[in-house]
């Protein structure tokens, strides 16, 4: 059977490029990545979960165009995004000979993506690189449009830069590997996309969510493209985060607050910290009248119809009382000289950027969902 490929342009001037999305890409990875190279050899940078399920495929589609690939197998995990393991890639990129004319390759999640986007931003003062996302959370967010950073002891993805890839590789057969938590995380982001901007997605996702779940590849391909397709319009519009593309962020100020309140542990994984985040953010909107009731009420009804963490009870074990969490909300990058910036809804694809949130009425939907 043959499945559509799709195409989604991110137009930056001289750092555009074009992120491929189909099945069984790696198969044909060099008449992707051969048309960059000055030479014919990558090296790629991938974590040891995806390593061993999925490094054969990408070797032997880059050999089938004459490329010679190294490799550099990291660990799994959140706490690989640290000083330690970027020293470790970028010394080794240097040992690799890798030279200002070379590619570097992002082969895994979101943690892979960001480390080695950042270790090639600042690699002889800026290397090209190829993401070859292999989450959902991944192929629909965190390799489109440029953040790149490690964590400090004082907070997620404090150490960074932007660095646009050269390309993005979105098979989503290897999503086929993933577990279905890590799956359904990544769906969480997937959902943000329509609950932020586009409510023809969300209408779209209500139908279609479960069989995407469920494996159907052309479905998982429309969900990556049209998510691709709002994270590019909302990154050509605002590159460096001066306005918009704040938007990306709903569900985020509770999801980080939560994500710290659980020790950013295997408790409660970013993406089920965004999904729960969208449904408070729904429903603070809805309580201060700026959306409907029913508003907040679908959005829950369709996490929950999607097994997903949706309240905060659906989080394993005790957490902090409401003050607590508005005192972690207040740690968020997104505060501006003292002032939180919200991201608050007039409806399903509605979301706003505003700083005009009394945290009375945030406290009390807070007060509620932990009572
Ligand atoms: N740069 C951005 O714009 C941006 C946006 C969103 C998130 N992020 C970052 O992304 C990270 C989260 O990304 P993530 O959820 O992909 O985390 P991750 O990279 O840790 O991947 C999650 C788990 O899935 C495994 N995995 C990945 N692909 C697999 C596959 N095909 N088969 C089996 N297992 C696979 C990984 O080894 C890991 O254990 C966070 O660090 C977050 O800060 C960055
Ligand atoms: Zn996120």
Redesign the pocket.
């Known amino acids: 059977m043959t499945h559509p490929h799709e195409t989604v342009r991110v137009a930056l001037g001289d750092r555009s490029y074009r992120i491929e999305i189909g099945h069984g890409l790696l198969i044909n990875a060099s008449d992707w990545v051969s048309p960059l190279l000055s030479r014919p050899r990558v090296a790629v940078v991938t ?4 390593g061993p ?2 490094l054969d495929a990408l070797r032997d589609g880059l050999a089938a165009g004459g490329i010679e690939m190294a490799h550099l197998t990291l660990p ?3 706490a ?2 640290c000083w330690r393991y970027l020293t470790e890639t970028v010394e080794w990129l240097l040992e690799q000979k890798v030279e200002r004319g070379d590619m570097v390759v992002a082969f ?7 480390l080695v ?1 950042f270790a090639a931003a600042i690699l002889r003062r800026g290397v090209r690189f190829v993401q070859i ?6 192929q629909v ?9 490690i ?1 400090s002891p004082h907070g ?2 404090l150490i ?1 830069a932007f660095h646009q890839p050269s390309l993005v590789l979105a098979d989503v057969a ?6 279905e938590r ?1 799956f359904l ?2 769906y969480g ?1 997937v959902v943000k996309y329509g609950l932020l901007g586009d409510a023809a997605f969300f209408d779209w996702l209500e139908i279609n969510a479960p069989d995407l779940a469920a494996g159907d590849i052309t479905k998982r391909i429309e969900a990556v493209r049209w998510s691709c397709q709002m994270k590019a319009d909302i990154v050509e519009r605002d590159e460096t985060e001066q306005g918009d593309r704040a938007l ?1 962020n709903l569900g985020h100020t509770f999801g980080h607050a939560l994500e710290a309140a659980t020790g950013y542990s295997d408790r409660l ?3 089920e910290g965004v999904a729960i985040g969208c449904a408070l953010a729904f429903e603070v909107s809805s309580r201060l009248g700026l959306c409907s009731q029913e508003d907040p009420s679908r959005v829950r009804a369709h996490l929950k119809a999607m097994g997903m963490k949706t309240d905060l009870h659906d989080i394993a074990g005790d957490l902090p009382d409401a003050d607590a969490l508005m005192a972690l909300m207040g740690q968020d990058k997104k505060v501006t000289q003292g002032t939180l910036n919200y991201i608050m809804t007039r409806g399903i694809g509605e979301a706003y950027v505003t700083s005009n949130v009394d945290p009375k009425v945030v406290k009390s939907v807070l007060v509620d969902a932990l009572a």
């Open positions: 974590d040891d979960t995806v399920l999925h799994s995990g959140e690989t995004k895994g999640g979101g943690v892979i993506g960001d986007g996302p292999t989450s959902l959370l991944a967010d965190s390799s489109v449009g440029g953040k790149t950073a964590n997620k993805n960074g290897v999503l086929g590997t993933l577990t890590d995380a990544g982001e990306l994984l970013h993406g």
